[in-house]
């Protein structure tokens, strides 16, 4: 079975979903391990975003926005929340920007790269260190599903054995199933419905957060 960009972006959201209504509302573990495949398949999705933009200004304008607009809410009720993910794929996607460059010495890249890794780390941004370095993967090896293989395995590795570096939990070695679904990519962007994947990532957040709250008042 192949899938649309449209398809992936559906079990990336429904994936997003689970995983923060275990993180604010709680449920079985079970929950969790299904979470862990939102962020490669985002991650994915960016890529092929990044390939196929007319205008990469805007696309990256597009993304601060939300970006800024998801974080407000957090700000305002003063919730224990990281700098959202939408900072984390601006990143990413200045990172795939950097690498594709032909003005930019490669020495140079690695370096601006390593510093946006830093600055990752630094900011506490979604995921972090592993969030800028799986969007730099899939954007880096597009296509090349052995070489995505072996470089996510070992990414997921060396958060088992050094999960400190990374900020997060050993759970997230169950990422690795992603790479079914997004391995069935058919390379094709299906239902146009880019705003809607936008505006659902703060609205869940909102009707997760109005569940707790009724749920702890009543």
């Keep these: 079975m192949t899938m649309s960009l449209f398809v992936l972006k559906i079990i990336g959201i ?3 979903f689970i995983d923060h209504y275990h993180y604010i509302i709680g449920g079985p573990e079970i929950l969790n391990i299904m979470g862990r495949m ?6 994915f999705s960016l890529g092929e975003g990044y390939f196929h933009t007319g ?3 805007k696309y990256f304008g597009r993304l ?3 970006a ?3 974080q407000i809410p957090a700000y305002i009720f003063k919730l224990n929340y990281p700098l959202n993910i939408f900072f984390t794929l601006l990143l990413g996607l200045v990172v795939m ?3 594709y460059s032909r003005k930019i010495p490669f020495l140079i890249k690695i370096i601006l790269i390593g510093g946006l890794v830093y600055v990752a780390k630094k900011y506490d941004f979604d995921y972090g260190v592993y969030g800028i370095l799986t969007i730099a993967l899939f954007g880096i090896l597009r296509r090349k599903k052995f070489l995505i293989f072996c470089a996510f395995l070992a990414l997921n590795m060396l958060l088992v054995l050094y999960p400190d570096i990374f900020d997060l939990a050993k759970v997230q070695i169950y990422s690795m199933f992603s790479l079914i679904p997004i391995f069935s990519y058919n390379g094709r962007k299906g239902k146009n419905m880019k705003y809607f994947f936008y505006i659902f990532y703060p609205a869940h957040f909102l009707v997760l957060e109005g569940i707790k709250y009724i749920i702890d008042k009543f």
């Design 97 to 99: 920007k950097i690498f």
């Design 55 to 57: 205008n990469f200004k």
């Design 14 to 16: 429904l994936s997003m």
């Design 64 to 66: 601060f926005f939300f």
């Design 38 to 43: 939102a962020f490669p398949i985002f991650s």
């Design 68 to 70: 800024v607009i998801s």
